[in-house]
């Protein structure tokens, strides 16, 4: 039995040390590595959705969403107008 001891000890030794390989390469290599990737990964996607998201938040003049605005405010007025005009004139005043 006792070659039967030895085996389970050598096992026992080769799990340990295959444990604590993984724990070295999970803090030296993976941690690391992850970290690296989120930053890489926030930069190129949070940079352009910024510039989206200044393009269609009102900043005061330059963005889309306030020309957008502008426009709705100059459609809305035209609307009045030719609502107004066409109250007081007809088809029958058309010669």
Same mark, same amino acid.
């Given at each position: 039995m #006792?070659?039967?001891g030895d085996v389970v000890i050598y096992l026992g030794a080769v799990a340990a040390a295959l444990a604590a390989i993984a724990v070295v390469f999970r803090f030296a290599v993976l941690n690391p590595w992850k970290r690296w990737t989120e930053r890489l990964i926030a930069t190129r996607v949070t940079a352009p959705l910024d #510039? $989206?998201?200044?393009? $269609?938040s009102p900043n005061g003049g330059g963005s889309m969403k306030d020309q957008v605005n502008r426009i709705e405010l100059k459609v809305n007025l035209i609307s009045e107008r030719l609502d107004r005009h066409l109250e007081t004139h007809t088809w029958k005043d058309m010669p």
């Open positions: #006792k070659d039967f #510039k $989206v998201h200044n393009e $269609v």
